[in-house]
């Protein structure tokens, strides 16, 4: 398990235990973090679960993917450090992991 | 047109307005509507077609299909019963294949803006284009909702829409001798820059990024406008319009290297692509549950008799979001459809690998 820190715009926390192999939008889907929507389920599909990832934790989660730079294209207020939550896979070296969600999503 | 409260009777849908009615054309009869043709509503089409149920398909996409088309044609998806792996289009066109033979009329680009029940039970249903059809059963397939395109997270933008910020282009006049600024990076930005610029007083084009997803050789062609001055090409996000009146005068960008800047424009075209909002549908006076339509699990029927529900907009308990749960849905529907449409015809349960008339009616007897 990893713990994952998902912060919403107005600030509240939500600590959420995630099992190794999971994306990081279905552990927010599961436990009904809001504005991370996943209209598409994970598809990569429609950028509606864009997260910023901690600035600690840009190197560790890694660079997005080409499709999931296109995808970006499609969200809002996108900075250097936003991904696709469905596009985070978490593994043990993502134990501690802080996520904001976007304004536009909260 | 636009359902608004005003006009909600007293079952709670849609009345018209005599002057409203008059400016409808031609009238569309028919057994069914079924608003949404993605895949649940594309296999309603076959189970109402075994029963002799004739449909119509409303969907404000410009093609059928849905979610599999719209947002992820390329992809596989593994949960279909019996395919073990098929794409959303794939999908989409074995659909269309399997109701061909039902000869379903599609009204795409449309969305239903209203639903009124008529003195003899049948339901007249209007589209935003001003399209009408009398329905013996409606059938919302909808979905997630309607595709709308997003909006950008831009304060006040809402004064300017309509007005100034557009985001569909209906008459290319509209835009003659304006300073427009394009936003996005596909297809939808490219293709609007190229075809605006010979008309247009000025053409920004705006990208968070140096990459574009459009096509190549419109990005070619956009590159050597750039590099003849003929455009402008801006990478950065707009933070701020300014103007009177929904009349824009100026947008303020921040550019990717944190610089601000004032950018003269009097047209805003934003493509941030589609998503999916529940639209009027919160209107027909339907029970909802957390915005979806509540519907039984014997008739999937809604709180209004004759007006079905069946795929992701509608809820019971233990909903599943599947499509393989909507197919269901659809075959159980369709049978209570049948009661509506032909109250008089007894229906006879039947198999197509055996039954020789619904063989004949799918063509291969």
């Not at chain 1, 469905?86 to 070296?93: D, E, G, N, P």
């Not at chain 2, 909903?319 to 109250?343: D, W, Y």
Request: charged share 20%.
């Amino acid at each position: 398990m990893a713990k994952i820190t998902y912060i919403a715009f107005n600030g509240t926390v939500y600590d959420i235990e995630a099992r190794e192999g999971t994306t990081v939008m279905e552990n927010a889907v599961r436990n009904s973090v809001p504005g991370i929507e996943a209209e598409c389920g994970g598809a990569c599909a429609c950028a509606t679960c864009h997260v910023y990832v901690d600035p600690d934790w840009v190197a560790a989660t890694g660079e997005p993917q080409p499709m999931e730079e296109d995808m970006l294209d499609f969200a809002q207020d996108v900075q250097p450090n936003s991904r696709l939550s469905c596009q985070i896979r978490v593994t043990a070296a993502l134990d501690g992991l802080i996520v904001r969600i976007p304004e536009s999503q909260g | 047109m636009q359902a608004t409260s005003e006009g909600l009777n007293h079952a709670g849908l849609f009345m018209f307005t005599e002057v409203q009615r008059s400016i409808m054309s031609e009238i569309i009869e028919t057994d069914v509507v079924i608003i949404g043709a993605g895949p649940v509503g594309l296999f309603a089409v076959f189970e109402l077609g075994l029963l002799d149920i004739r449909c119509h398909l409303i969907d404000i996409l410009d093609k059928p299909g849905g979610q599999c088309a719209e947002l992820y044609p390329e992809k596989p998806i593994y949960d279909i019963p019996g395919f073990p792996i098929i794409t959303g289009q794939g999908l989409t066109d074995n659909l269309l294949a399997q109701a061909k033979p039902f000869a379903p009329t599609f009204h795409l680009g449309e969305m239903v803006a209203g639903i009124e029940r008529l003195e003899d039970n049948r339901f007249r249903v209007v589209t935003d284009n001003d399209k009408a059809f009398i329905a013996k059963a409606i059938v919302i397939a909808a979905g997630g909702g309607s595709f709308q395109p997003k909006r950008p997270p831009v304060p006040g933008i809402d004064a300017y829409e309509g007005k100034s910020v557009h985001y569909s282009v209906r008459k290319m006049e509209a835009f003659r001798d304006h300073d427009i600024l394009i936003v996005g990076g596909g297809d939808s930005a490219l293709d609007w820059t190229l075809n605006l610029q010979p008309l247009a007083r000025s053409v920004t084009l705006m990208h968070r990024r140096d990459a574009f997803r459009a096509a190549p050789d419109s990005v070619n062609k956009m590159r050597a406008l750039a590099e003849a001055g003929q455009l402008k090409l801006v990478f950065g996000q707009v933070t701020g319009l300014e103007g009177d009146d929904g009349h824009m005068t100026h947008a303020v960008i921040v550019d990717n290297d944190n610089q601000e800047h004032r950018l003269p424009a009097t047209r805003m075209l934003p493509f941030f692509g589609l998503t999916m909002k529940l639209g009027p549908i919160a209107e027909w006076g339907l029970n909802l549950h957390e915005n979806l339509i509540k519907v039984d699990t014997e008739k999937f029927e809604t709180s209004e008799p004759g007006i079905f529900s069946i795929g992701d907009i509608n809820w019971y308990p233990g909903k599943l979001k599947l499509i393989l749960s909507g197919f269901h849905e659809a075959a159980l529907m369709a049978q209570a459809a049948s009661r509506v449409v032909n109250p008089d015809k007894k229906v006879l349960f039947q198999y197509t690998t055996s039954s020789t008339s619904l063989q004949k009616k799918l063509g291969v007897a």
